[in-house]
């Protein structure tokens, strides 16, 4: 055993005796242990030790509680409590415990109020923000300048003639797109192998959108959106 831990276990009967007489409560050998091992650095030999010793010298008391010994102080050492007293003690615990739901509902207050705080921008960030927005606004009016600038604006005539001529162009397409598949369908009938590999074998491709034909079966270029019909057609 080393000196420091010779030392404690020499001094635990006293700190033993004074920690069960402070506490006044009842508390296994394994309680004691665990609640002074590490403020005193008791070993679990020591502590059992300490305690059969206070109470063979009748300084505390022990007592079987189902397999295990419990000990506590001896309550002749201690003033009678009257019923007022034990009332007065009953309405103090009832005012310390509500003062502690209390300071603790403001603890939880404060914490969210810092959590806030933690995560909002600083002084130097915000004026940091205010810096690029008024750059990034400065750059927005300038294109908006020249944009107002410019002699090459789309008239609403304009614009509504592009909307019809793309209609009627993907009106177009579809209605080839369905003639195509029609025709791809029908030889599809007698060939002898998947539509994958009739498209694969042939180098076509699979009508899906405005922008992609049939080359092989139909001569279309793709829709508006995607470059310009075959008008021969």
Excluded at 92 to 119: D, G, N, P
Excluded at 190 to 214: A, D, E, N, T
């Amino acid at each position: 055993m080393s000196k420091g831990r010779a030392e404690a276990a020499a001094g635990a009967p006293g700190i033993l005796l004074r920690y069960l007489q402070e506490q006044n409560r009842p508390y296994s050998a394994q309680d004691v242990f665990g609640n002074l091992q590490r403020e005193h650095g008791l070993g679990k030999a020591a502590v059992v030790k300490a305690l059969e010793q206070l109470a063979q010298q009748g300084k505390i008391k022990e007592k079987m509680y189902g397999k295990q010994k419990i000990y506590f102080a001896d309550q002749d050492q201690f003033d009678m409590v009257s019923d007022a007293d034990l009332q007065a003690l009953d309405a103090k615990i009832v005012a310390l415990t509500a003062k502690v739901q209390s300071l603790q509902q403001s603890c939880r207050h404060m914490e969210a109020e810092l959590k806030e705080l933690t995560s909002a921008m600083t002084t130097p960030e915000m004026q940091k923000e205010i810096q690029e927005l008024k750059k990034e606004c400065a750059g927005y009016i300038e294109r908006l300048k020249n944009i107002k600038a410019a002699t090459n604006h789309v008239t609403p005539e304009e614009k509504e003639q592009v909307y019809r001529e793309r209609q009627k162009y993907c009106k177009e397409w579809r209605k080839r797109k369905r003639m195509a598949t029609e025709l791809s369908d029908a030889i599809l009938e007698g060939y002898p192998k998947s539509k994958k590999q009739f498209f694969v074998s042939h180098s076509l491709s699979r009508p899906c959108s405005p922008g992609v034909f049939v080359q092989a079966l139909v001569h279309l270029s793709p829709c508006p959106t995607g470059g310009s019909w075959d008008r021969d057609r």
